[in-house]
C-alpha cells in the first residue's frame, strides 16, 4: 500500500429507483493526492424493513452530466492520517464524493461489474489486489442500485478506496 486508505460511508438513507449510491471523482490533473484512486470494497444494504427483495448493484466509470448527490467526507481508515483530497460535494466537481443522487445524470455509464443481491443479507465486494478498480485523472467511480426498492428508507452503503497519487 502506498497511499491512504478512506471510506466513503452513507447511512439511513432514503434512495430513489436505481439510483447512484456513492460517487467519487478524481483530480482533473496529476497534481494531488486525489489524481489515482484505487477501489478496495464497497457494500450496501437496508435495516429496518422486513420486506425480502432481489436487487442488483453495478459499479463503473461515468462520463459528464453528473448526478445530484448528498455531501459525503470520506473518513481515514486509521486515526491521525492526513485528511483525504477528495472532498465532499453535490455536484461531482473534481477530486470530489457524493452519496445518495436525488437525481441521476445523464452521462455515459461504462458497467464494469454487476451483481445481484437481498436486501436484508446485503452485499459486499472486495477485490482481490489484481481486480481492484483504478480511477484515473478526470475519471468518475459510481457505485449504483439496479431497480426499484420495495422499501426506499434506510439504505447503508460503504466505499473504502486508496490515494495512490
Known amino acids: 500500500m502506498s497511499g491512504s486508505l478512506y471510506t466513503i460511508t452513507m447511512a439511513s438513507a432514503t434512495v430513489i429507483a436505481s439510483g447512484e449510491i456513492i460517487t467519487i471523482r478524481a483530480a482533473t ?8 484512486l ?31 448527490m448528498s455531501t459525503a467526507t470520506p473518513a481515514p481508515t486509521i ?10 460535494s453535490t455536484s461531482g466537481a473534481a477530486s470530489s464524493c457524493g452519496v445518495n443522487s436525488s437525481s441521476n445524470g445523464g452521462g455515459t455509464f461504462t458497467v464494469m461489474g454487476q451483481e445481484g443481491f437481498n436486501n436484508l443479507n446485503g452485499w459486499i465486494k472486495i477485490f482481490t489486489p489484481e ?23 434506510s439504505w447503508e452503503a460503504m466505499c473504502t478506496f486508496e490515494e495512490i497519487t
Open 131 to 153: 481486480e481492484r478498480p483504478l480511477v484515473l485523472i478526470d475519471q468518475t467511480f459510481t457505485l449504483a442500485l439496479v431497480g426499484t426498492p420495495t422499501t426506499l428508507t
Open 38 to 68: 484505487q477501489i478496495y470494497s464497497m457494500s450496501c444494504g437496508q435495516h429496518g424493513t422486513s420486506t425480502s427483495q432481489e436487487l442488483g448493484i453495478r459499479w463503473g466509470l461515468k462520463a459528464s452530466a453528473f448526478s445530484t
Open 79 to 88: 486515526q491521525g492520517i492526513v485528511a483525504s483530497a477528495i472532498t465532499g
Open 29 to 36: 490533473a496529476l497534481s494531488s493526492r486525489a489524481s489515482i
